[in-house]
């Protein structure tokens, strides 16, 4: 079996959690850790003892640690505002990248991710783990099946109440404090875009043309504050910038419209509002865990039905895989090592990951040209061609288990059809 030499970037809650699951994926090794943290990094190398066995080298600044030249590919798990530039200095050194999810500052630290990659020949891929959700991944199939005809409209949402995690920012240590208190936009838009953009074939065939964001007036982190920390802690009253629910428009070059919703402040069930809308037939997210429901053209009577019948019938035959393994229990229900087994693949073989550097950067780039268009009222901004005109008639994908372009239903065996 091939193996590979790794270093993860990012020790907190996350980085910990994504480094054991790299780690039990087979043929990665991770020999290097990072954080700025002195205790988060060496927990770092506690954590590599415990799971491989070995000893970790640790480094406080990951600029040394790119400087190895055992290491063939970063795990990347810091911070919103510091993902590309960890990604750009990665693949300067020679090394392939994977950064988690996040929202970019600036449309140039996209270009410039953009660049490094081609330039380089280093692969940067977005740990989009949603793609590889359960649902989303069955919902995919189905649409390869033409069971929701041409689709023309799409909706997601990241509504997950985050009041705790991030008002405590100071306390915790945490990244997202800040971003709340000075940006106004769709800060994290890739839970849904990621896998709503593989539907329609975002930058193989279509591509994003134009956004328009509008933000709600900021209260609920207000609300939080005083409710929980007292009228007198200190930034109780601080004008957070970013509104409690901003919503984002998206126009496709193939005519389809998507709409983000972005809410983390106000108290909520976790709901992703995934919405796949075609002419043959809708799916639409439930906020009961994610049930969801169903409709076909074709139902004898006008209603729903569970999309949990049609999960079981038309799993994606990744996910049967995966759940015949047993190995779904990981984080997030098995999404996490899904996508981490997406990137180690790549990287181990030095082949093309399923989510490339020109997804990384339209799905990233929405962030900050959202923050410009609410900045305007919600004028129309136009969002950059990244593949710089080859959306048009890209070179092949690469097929495979993991390929997020395509069902690569002779890729899994013992897989039964999965015809309407
Ligand atoms: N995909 C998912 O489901 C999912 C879930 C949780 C978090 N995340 C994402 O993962 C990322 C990390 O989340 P978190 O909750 O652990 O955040 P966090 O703010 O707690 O941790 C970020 C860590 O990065 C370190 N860091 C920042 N800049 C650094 C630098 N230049 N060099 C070395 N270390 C640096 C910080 O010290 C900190 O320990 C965020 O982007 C978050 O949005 C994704």
Known sequence: MKTAN???IGISGRGSGMMR?????????????????QDRAENGVKIVKEVQGTDAAMYLDYKEL????????????????????????????????????GGAASVDECWQMVHTSEKTGKFCMLLENCCYDRNEMAIYNMNSLGMFGEITHLEGGYRHDLREEICLGRENRH?????????????????ELGPLSKL??????????????????SRGLNVWMKKNKGEDYDIADF???EGDVVTTMIKCANGETILLTHDCSTPRPYSRNYNVQGTKGIYNETDDERAGKIYFDDFEREDWKPFKEFRDKYEHPLWKLYSEEGIHAGGHGGMDYLVLSAFAE???????????????????????LSEQSAAMGGMPVPVPDFTNGMWIEREPYRRGKFCLDEVCRDCFENIDGEEK
Do not use: Q
């Not at 699951?21 to 943290?37: I, Q, R, S, T």
């Not at 989510?355 to 950067?361: F, N, Q």
């Open 66 to 101: 790119l400087k190895r030249d055992d290491i063939s590919a970063i795990l990347c798990c810091t911070t919103w505002i510091t993902h590309c530039r960890i990604a750009i200095d990665s693949m300067r050194a020679g090394k392939h990248v994977a950064i988690e999810v």
């Open 175 to 191: 990244g997202r404090l800040v971003n709340f208190m000075r940006r106004n936009g769709e800060l994290y838009p890739t839970h």
């Open 239 to 241: 004008p957070f910038n």
């Open 6 to 8: 790794f270093g993860v």
């Open 21 to 37: 699951e790299l780690m039990a994926v087979p043929g990665v090794n991770v020999v290097a850790v990072c954080d700025k943290y």
């Open 200 to 217: 329609i074939n975002i930058n193989r065939g279509n591509r994003f043309l134009t956004l328009c964001s509008m933000a709600s007036k």
């Open 346 to 368: 790549a990287a181990i073989n030095d082949v093309k990951p399923p989510i490339d550097v020109y997804d990384t950067a339209a799905w990233m780039s929405i962030t900050c």
